[in-house]
T-cell receptor
Framework: SQQGEEDPQALSIQEGENATMNCSYK?????LQWYRQNSGRGLVHLIL?????REKHSGRLRVTLDTSKKSSSLLITAPRAADTASYFC?????????FGKGTRLHILP | ETGVTQTPRHLVMGMTNKKSLKCEQH?????MYWYKQSAKKPLELMFV???????ENNSVPSRFSPECPNSSHLFLHLHTLQPEDSALYLC????????????FGEGSRLTVL
């Protein structure tokens, strides 16, 4: 299906250690986006990577896309306690955006 | 003004009540969306409006009725809901629909008793 599936479902990382989340999907896509959601709040767009791009950076975020493996990763370098949130990948195709279930990231002080 | 504003933030209603959720966007976008977020489930797209015309209705029960009077406002009218409809309802907007970046509101937490 187009829906991305994040891995792991939950992740606890010590402050300062890099945090990596993965997203896998099954169909071809036009683009893939990552969003962040603090508990009970709305989603905030982090980064969009197009199907012809392999890597993209935004501040402490690094996103990769491997269309041959149908997977993407989100790396947060030197995470802080404030980065504790749920992170969702969303695949875009045929004017539809489909979200995965998300990874709950907990940064330990 | 924040980009996308949703009211109310919290709503408790009985199964026989009629209530409405409101969404307003100040970004000049042409497309607006309603999503439902339940525990341990992916975000579910409910409705999409592009230039005030409904372009997507993902088999949502008729007890949910959307209304888009103009490109800045979106409503979700609720009637005879069930307890399983309790969820966080998120409104979003995007420039032109399609697969571009979505801008979300803070959500309306709905509890159906």
């Amino acid at each position: 299906s187009q829906q991305g599936e994040e891995d792991p479902q939950a992740l606890s990382i010590q402050e300062g250690e890099n945090a990596t989340m993965n997203c896998s999907y099954k169909t071809s896509i036009n683009n893939l986006q990552w969003y962040r959601q603090n508990s009970g709040r709305g989603l905030v767009h982090l980064i969009l990577i197009r199907s012809n791009e392999r890597e993209k950076h935004s501040g402490r975020l690094r996103v990769t896309l491997d269309t041959s493996k149908k997977s993407s990763s989100l790396l947060i370098t030197a995470p802080r306690a404030a980065d504790t949130a749920s992170y969702f990948c969303a695949t875009g195709r045929d004017d539809k955006i489909i979200f995965g279930k998300g990874t709950r990231l907990h940064i330990l002080p | 003004e924040t980009g996308v504003t949703q009211t109310p933030r919290h709503l408790v209603m009985g199964m026989t009540n009629k209530k409405s959720l409101k969404c307003e966007q100040h970004l000049g976008h042409n497309a607006m969306y309603w999503y439902k977020q339940s525990a341990k489930k992916p975000l579910e797209l409910m409705f999409v409006y592009s230039l005030e015309e409904r372009v997507e209705n993902n088999s949502v029960p008729s007890r949910f009725s959307p209304e888009c009077p103009n490109s800045s406002h979106l409503f979700l009218h609720l009637h005879t809901l069930q307890p399983e409809d309790s969820a966080l309802y998120l409104c979003a907007s995007s420039q032109d629909g399609g697969t571009g970046e979505l801008f979300f509101g803070e959500g309306s937490r709905l509890t159906v008793l």
